[in-house]
């Protein structure tokens, strides 16, 4: 599957801003069929960072996937770079 059919949109909440700030994570809205090694690798090849760890969850806005960065890569940058600030 290509990386931009599993990550479909960053998902920006207050919340999800205290994740990037404290737990260096990132937050996005994923397709339904995607499992967490499909969203971790579409993560590494979209953003050219290392993955430590991927929870995913299903709302009534979709399935949301929680991506946290390993130490050697800060949330905060690539927020920027895809225009979340």
Known sequence: MNPYDIIIYPYVTEKSMMLMEQHNALQFTVNMKANKKQV??????????????????????????????????????????????
Do not use: Q, S
């Not at 090849?45 to 299903?58: G, L, P, Q, S, Y």
């Open 40 to 85: 971790k690798e579409a993560a590494e090849k979209m953003f050219d960072v290392e993955v430590a760890n991927v929870t995913t969850r299903i709302t009534k806005n979709g399935k949301l996937a929680v991506v946290t960065l390993t130490p050697d890569y800060e949330a905060d940058d690539i927020g920027m770079r895809i225009g979340i600030f």
